[in-house]
């Protein structure tokens, strides 16, 4: 039996049924402290996320501050920040570009990671606070490469790597 299926099943109903609990918020001024496994060192070996902290600039732009390390042999690393542009805000869901630019290490290597794409962040009542995101879009990074010249390659990442946010 294939499980890819009935996963993609599952997720589909959840994402069909998402406008019926997820509802928009209103982020100015508004600090969120959470986390974001997005950039490349988090996919190397002994990759971390990194903590991660948004902040409401305007009713439509947010920042977010990412930080993370591992310190053991092969240490990897990221210190990034990202620029966040509300495109659409509805009763469900904030719509945003993402504008992005990390140092990232791993393996005895370092170098810089573009981001810029998509986004989207779900908030979902009797949580208020608790915002979930996701993005996609590309990415120029030179970490994984062995000339140390930029790659350029699609992301996709689900919650579980744009992160989780929980806003004062």
């Given at each position: 039996?294939?499980?890819?299926?009935?996963?993609?099943?599952?997720v589909?109903?959840f994402?069909?049924?998402?406008?019926?609990?997820?509802?928009?918020?209103?982020?100015?001024g508004?600090t969120?402290l959470?986390?974001?496994?997005q950039?490349?060192?988090?996919?190397?070996?002994n990759?971390?996320?990194?903590?991660?902290?948004k902040?409401?600039?305007a009713?439509?732009?947010?920042?977010?501050?990412?930080a993370?390390?591992?310190s053991?042999?092969g240490?990897?690393g990221?210190?990034?920040?990202?620029?966040l542009?509300?495109i659409?805000?509805?009763?469900?869901?904030?719509?945003?570009?993402?504008l992005?630019?990390?140092?990232?290490?791993a393996?005895h290597t370092?170098?810089?990671e573009i981001i810029?794409g998509?986004?989207?962040?779900?908030?979902?009542?009797?949580?208020?606070?608790?915002?979930?995101?996701?993005?996609?879009?590309?990415?120029?990074?030179?970490l994984t490469?062995?000339s140390?010249?930029f790659?350029?390659?699609?992301?996709?990442v689900?919650?579980v790597?744009?992160?989780?946010?929980?806003?004062?």
């Open positions: 039996m294939n499980l890819f299926s009935p996963v993609f099943s599952l589909l109903m994402l069909c049924m998402a406008p019926s609990w997820a509802q928009a918020r209103e982020l100015l508004r969120g959470g986390y974001n496994s950039f490349a060192s988090s996919s190397q070996s990759g971390v996320p990194g903590i991660s902290i902040y409401g600039l009713p439509r732009s947010a920042i977010e501050m990412i993370g390390f591992y053991g042999t240490g990897t990221v210190a990034a920040l990202k620029y542009q509300t659409r805000s509805d009763n469900y869901a904030n719509f945003y570009f993402p992005g630019i990390g140092y990232v290490s393996n370092s170098g810089i810029g998509l986004g989207a962040e779900f908030f979902i009542p009797g949580v208020d606070n608790v915002g979930i995101s996701f993005e996609s879009g590309l990415s120029a990074e030179n490469s062995s140390g010249s790659v350029l390659k699609t992301f996709g689900s919650f790597n744009a992160g989780m946010h929980y806003y004062f």
